[in-house]
């Protein structure tokens, strides 16, 4: 393929704007911030599942303590209701005064063990309560903190993205102006060589892959005419010849 020596160069001007949009779409992958952010958002989900749990035990607490409180006021009415007939002086018979004084005492068992039950769960539910608020600021903190990250993003995504639409608008404005085939042969090489297709020959040493041309590769690139394209033995990208190649 042949192409003079001035179009070899500006191929170099395409490679490099080629890998400043590769360097710069690298660089917004790899921003710190979507780390970050990633990360935030699973602690957010842990701390809405366990916000959720927390409040569903609450719940379940709230009405087991209703139903607790219901039977402590069956209890309570049988009791007094007993305590009324016994304090009124209705009940005559022995046996039946009996059998009334022993019922008031397992409802006042009863009542008691109902209450100190009562009294457990109530503990329980200003634990959970205060685990509740602990969870709940600490969602309100990592939120902040996954706020503050996203606009750090966005602000060097817009700083990432206007530089690349300028490099993107130099590229298209180069590479019609080059050969077709000597592109296409470019970007045939690029895609299979890490994103770099054409490298120059600097002191007999491909900028490519960095290897020293061998004897008699370097022997056969100085023959060759100047406006031969020529390639790299070793890495085969487009190797572009200047003043300071050595040869």
Do not use: W
Request: aromatic share 0%.
């Amino acid at each position: 393929m042949k192409a003079d020596p001035a179009t070899q160069l500006r191929l170099l001007d395409l490679q490099a704007l080629d890998t400043a949009l590769d360097r710069l779409a690298v660089r917004r992958r790899g921003l710190p911030e979507l780390a970050t952010i990633a990360e935030r958002s699973e602690a957010l989900d842990r701390l809405d599942s366990d916000i959720v749990r927390v409040r569903t035990e609450i719940a379940d607490i709230g009405r087991a303590q209703q139903k607790l409180e219901n039977e402590i006021e069956l209890v309570r009415g049988r009791a007094d209701r007993d305590r009324a007939r016994l304090e009124s002086g209705q009940v005559a018979n022995p046996r039946e005064l009996e059998n009334l004084q022993a019922e008031l005492a397992s409802l006042a068992r009863r009542q008691g063990v109902l209450e100190d039950e009562a009294l457990e769960r109530m503990e329980a539910v200003d634990a959970l309560e205060g685990r509740l608020a602990g969870l709940v600021a600490e969602q309100e903190r990592v939120a902040a903190e996954r706020r503050a990250a996203e606009e750090r993003r966005d602000e060097q995504f817009g700083e990432i993205d206007t530089e690349a639409a300028k490099r993107r608008a130099e590229r298209d404005a180069l590479a019609p102006v080059l050969p077709e085939p000597l592109v296409v042969l470019y970007e045939r090489v690029r895609s299979s060589s890490a994103g770099v297709g054409a490298a120059v020959l600097i002191r007999r040493r491909c900028q490519g892959c960095h290897l020293e041309l061998s004897g008699g590769d370097l022997r056969a690139v100085a023959a060759a005419p100047a406006d031969e394209v020529v390639r790299c033995e070793e890495c085969r990208r487009i190797l572009v010849r200047t003043a300071e190649s050595g040869l």
